[in-house]
Nanobody
Framework: QVQLVESGGGLVQPGGSLKLSCVTS????????MSWYRQRPGKEREYVAT????????YYTRSVQGRFTISRDNAQNTVYLDMNRLKSEDTAVYFC????????WGQGTQVTVSP
């Protein structure tokens, strides 16, 4: 079955960095664009970034543009989110997402940005 498993979250100070990973299985990874979403405390889940399946074009929500980088390794069936210059407002549960007619979500990984 389709599985998306995130890892790499944790506690980091403002200005620090974290790299999230999402290992996938159960589908042909290279056939899909992949996205990251996040859910901040008390907020709705929100879009963060996308990487396309074919040419690896990337798209970001404005608040993370220039600080976060989404990438993928099709040989490892993995999508990454490299997060730099983290701010307290980046504190959230981060979810890996496979869009499409049968969308799939991971269980999420907690990122906490605090002094």
């Amino acid at each position: 079955q389709v599985q998306l498993v995130e890892s790499g979250g944790g506690l980091v100070q403002p200005g620090g960095s974290l790299k999230l990973s999402c290992v996938t299985s159960g589908f042909v990874f290279s056939d899909y664009g992949m996205s990251w979403y996040r859910q901040r405390p008390g907020k709705e889940r929100e879009y963060v970034a996308t990487i396309t399946r074919s040419n690896g074009n990337t798209y970001y929500t404005r608040s993370v543009q220039g600080r976060f980088t989404i990438s993928r390794d099709n040989a490892q069936n993995t999508v990454y989110l490299d997060m730099n210059r983290l701010k307290s407002e980046d504190t959230a549960v981060y979810f890996c997402h496979r869009p499409g007619p049968e969308p799939a979500w991971g269980q999420g990984t907690q990122v906490t940005v605090s002094p």
